[in-house]
């Protein structure tokens, strides 16, 4: 199951309208992952925003987002394959379970 959070504070602006239009515009950018397969269920997200996103437009908010997202699920991947290389061959069905899930995210 994925789940997802969007972080925008008060400390981050004090208008509302302002807050919303951030978290209105990260949300689409997210649902387009999804839409498009790149986020996949069984991830936890939560993204927390800086006052640096208040100069940006929507294109640049989506292209760094997706830069953000490719290199976390590549750092994910990695951290899976080295704990498959560490597993002992008494454990073949956790490091079969790992393959499923390294593939399933490529």
Excluded at 19 to 24: A, C, E, S, T, V
Excluded at 42 to 71: C, P, R, W
Excluded at 79 to 86: E, K, L, Q
């Amino acid at each position: 199951q994925l789940k997802l959070a969007i972080s925008v504070g008060l400390k981050f602006h004090k208008s509302a309208v302002v807050r919303n239009r951030i978290r209105r515009q990260i949300r689409e950018v997210l649902r387009l992952l999804i839409k498009d397969g790149h986020i996949k269920n069984g991830y936890y997200i939560l993204v927390v925003t800086k006052k640096a996103i208040l100069d940006k437009v929507y294109a640049d908010i989506s292209q760094e987002i997706n830069t953000f997202i490719l290199m976390a699920f590549q750092i994910a991947i990695a951290i899976m394959a080295n704990v498959i290389n560490s597993v002992h061959a008494s454990n073949l069905e956790q490091c079969a379970w790992y393959r499923q899930i390294i593939q399933e995210s490529l």
